[in-house]
């Protein structure tokens, strides 16, 4: 049967702001009659937040980047199983804070592991699931790192060097402007919090979501 909903992702450096956007992107889609389930990856589900706790804890420095590529990737296997399959089936909006393309700018490309590999883990995971739209919240690493530092937000990912979050904002970049899919915008997220949001609202009744 084929999908009936929608799945959209947000994607992104550190501090870009996915979180307010997401909010305030399901708030306008209920107030159209949607039906919106909204994710966060890796978790979403128990499983999948136990996961979450183990690859994020800022006391497992010692793991190795195989087991982080695994990780994010059993905590993404649950959460399609679980809900996200389900919920596009039955014609739900499925908003995510990260999905696929993380583990494809993190682990395939900063740190080595080659995007070929990743997707046809990515594959397994999701099922050969795709988002529809995906938002790229593009900020230069200085901006996303100062907002983020002084919040009780800091993992073991945001402690990494700016060279490491230069190296994930160049990553994203090139996989949004290859856009293979025709899923990809780019937003500048150094912007106002509400121009940010007029964008992606134009984008989402552009793509027919919500027209
Ligand atoms: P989170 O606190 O959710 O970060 P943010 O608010 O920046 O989205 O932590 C998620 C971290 O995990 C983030 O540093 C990116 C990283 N990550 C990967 O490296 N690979 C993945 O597949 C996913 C989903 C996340």
């Known amino acids: 049967m084929p999908n009936q909903g929608h799945l959209i992702s947000f994607e992104g450096g550190e501090g870009a702001g996915k979180t307010v956007q997401i909010k305030r992107l399901r708030d306008r889609l209920y107030a159209c009659g949607m039906d919106v ?58 908003l995510m804070d990260r999905t696929r393309d993380s583990s494809v700018v993190y682990q395939g490309k900063v740190r080595g592991f080659g995007e070929e590999l990743i997707e046809q883990l990515n594959d397994i995971s999701t ?36 060279d490491f979050h230069q190296k994930v904002r160049d990553a994203y970049l090139e996989v949004a402007k290859r856009d293979d899919r025709d899923r990809w915008t780019i937003v500048d997220a150094a912007q106002d919090i509400d121009t940010i949001e007029e964008k992606i609202w134009e984008e989402i009744q552009a793509r027919g979501v919500c027209a």
């Open 37 to 94: 389930v909204v994710l966060r990856e890796p978790g979403g589900t128990t499983i999948s937040e136990q996961i979450r706790e183990v690859v994020l804890s800022a006391k497992n420095i010692g793991i190795a980047y195989t087991t982080e590529v695994l990780l994010f990737q059993a905590a993404r296997a649950q959460l399609y199983r679980e809900i996200i399959l389900p919920s596009l089936q039955v014609g739900k909006v499925v």
């Open 127 to 162: 099922e050969n699931t795709y988002p529809d739209i995906t938002f790229l919240l593009d900020v230069p690493p200085e901006i996303g790192i100062k907002r983020r530092q002084g919040t009780d937000k800091m993992d073991r990912l945001d402690m990494e060097s700016l």
